[in-house]
């Protein structure tokens, strides 16, 4: 079974005793070997908000950059973008106020979503087609579960997947934190005028790229931190011996 933790020790490790007609030498005994095989397997929690998000994310985007058209008396707006009519009382960073002094600020984060967005879907690609099921034991029976059941990816293909989910959730963490910090520095010019049950709301909705990028990033940081610390040690033990 794959686990999403301590993934060298996640893979059965291969027969290495020595045959009778030759003895251990350093070619025949790899350290990497020895330690098994790293691999790179998502959790179920990351792989649903990818899936929940992205559409999102690409909503977000549309609306922002086909503004004006996209907003309240547009000729886009209806029907893709009527929801953003109260949206953009709440945040005037959505609204007329930013458009009007020209704030780029707006649109500098839309576009940086469509690079994030990008990576996170070749992200995707590569787990969904390259990816294997991890097998679970139920009693007596083995199963590899459904559509969101636990994958892996190894290899080339596996180090390329975690270091594009991490880079993007880096981002996604980063200006997500930029967002709040320009309300936070700028004395909340944009939601400031909100009663408190309001801005407790705007909290809510934009708190989640907070929490599941920064999840996904110590997740996939531990794991680089795993495959640099195996191949390391296996150097370190092949000039030992």
């Not at 709040?180 to 309001?198: K, M, R, T, V």
């Not at 705007?202 to 940081?221: C, D, E, K, M, R």
């Amino acid at each position: 079974m794959v686990s999403t933790r301590g993934h060298p020790k996640a893979f059965p490790e291969p027969d290495l005793t020595p045959s009778k007609s030759s003895s251990p030498s350093k070619s025949s005994t790899p350290s990497r070997a020895r330690k098994g095989k790293w691999a790179h397997a998502p959790p179920t929690l990351a792989i649903v908000w990818l899936l929940v998000s992205l559409p999102l994310v690409a909503w977000d985007c549309g609306y922002v950059l086909l503004r004006p058209h996209s907003m309240p008396g547009g000729k886009l707006q209806w029907p893709l973008f009527v929801p953003y009519e109260l949206y953009v009382e709440m945040d005037y960073v959505y609204g007329w106020k930013a458009y009007n002094e020209r704030n780029g600020f707006t649109s500098a984060q839309g576009f940086l979503n469509i690079i994030e967005s990008l990576m996170y879907v070749y992200y995707l690609y590569l787990v969904f087609t390259h990816g294997r099921k991890a097998t679970v034991r139920r009693g007596a029976k083995a199963t590899t579960g459904g559509f969101l059941a636990q994958r892996y990816v190894d290899g080339k293909t596996g180090a390329l997947a975690t270091l594009l989910v991490f880079t993007a959730a880096v981002m996604t963490l980063s200006k997500t934190i930029l967002y709040w910090a320009n309300e936070y520095f700028s004395g909340f010019s944009n939601i400031g005028h909100n009663p408190p049950q309001l801005i407790l709301l705007w909290v809510v909705l934009n708190g989640a790229w907070l929490v599941l990028p920064a999840y996904i990033t110590y997740f996939t940081g531990e794991e680089i931190l795993q495959g640099l610390a195996g191949g390391t040690a296996g150097s370190d033990e092949a000039k030992s011996e």
